[in-house]
């Protein structure tokens, strides 16, 4: 059953390049009736999935439809991912779960783009990062060791995507990230470092607490931070906060 995994783990060390980790993936995985895989981090509620793609390896004209429809927050699949530790196929979950009308289209329309069925493998990192390896199947059900393949096989496509991101840009990682910081989310994390609460930061920048409380937590997810006071910390070294 670990036959393929292995000698994919063995060939996934010398791949130094996301396209051609993509092209080796996908010939991998075609035996299990995979035709596409897609990996990101999942984005706050405040944020578009497009910043946080890895990996893009199914119909580009599908992922630009559903950005730019910011479908990412209404996928039924998508919402699971912060729930579930463990992998699950697309057609099962949607069998069970009471869906919305809108949830409904988003389904028959990735049917129509070619995704008629999926599997996707949650992968909870520290700093309350959740990242999606799913992979687009065909209509016919995926065994139980297809399954345990697949799991093995993501989790290794996903740490080395990370290290193949982080190779490239070691020396600008830290800016970039910060860089993606809103007016809003970096004006509430100046009271948070003077060590105001929500109630006292929404009264000084004429906002509701809930909204203040939503954009300390769009601040945190972005700097991969656990808490406020990480999210200050990293902002500080990032140079996009400056400590008065």
Wanted: glycine share 4%; proline share 5%; aromatic share 6%.
């Amino acid at each position: 059953m670990f036959e393929i995994p292995q000698t994919y783990g063995e060939a996934i060390a010398d791949v130094n390049s996301i396209d051609n980790l993509l092209e080796l993936l996908l010939a991998s995985t075609e035996r299990f009736g995979v035709t596409g895989v897609f990996i990101a981090d999942l984005p706050s509620r405040m944020e578009t999935l497009e910043p946080h793609i890895q990996l893009r390896g199914w119909n580009d004209a599908w992922i630009r439809y559903y950005n730019e429809r910011n479908y990412v927050h209404i996928d039924p699949i998508a919402q699971l991912l912060r729930e579930r530790a463990t992998p699950y196929v697309w057609s099962e979950e949607c069998a069970v779960q009471p869906l919305t009308s809108k949830q409904r289209k988003l389904m028959d329309e990735a049917r129509d783009a070619g995704l008629i069925d999926g599997f996707t493998v949650p992968i909870h990192g520290p700093q309350m990062r959740t990242t999606c390896v799913s992979f687009a199947t065909g209509a016919k059900p995926l065994q139980r060791s297809d399954r345990h393949n697949l799991h093995f096989m993501a989790v290794l496509s996903h740490q080395r995507v990370d290290q193949i991101i982080h190779a490239k840009r070691p020396a600008t990682a830290k800016k970039e990230r910060a860089g993606v910081l809103a007016p809003r989310e970096l004006e509430c994390l100046h009271w948070a470092m003077h060590g105001l609460k929500s109630k006292e930061i929404a009264f000084e920048a004429r906002l509701s607490k809930r909204t203040v409380d939503q954009y300390l937590r769009s601040a945190m997810s972005k700097l991969r931070a656990g808490s406020r006071t990480e999210a200050v910390r990293i902002a500080i070294l990032d140079g996009s906060l400056k400590p008065v």
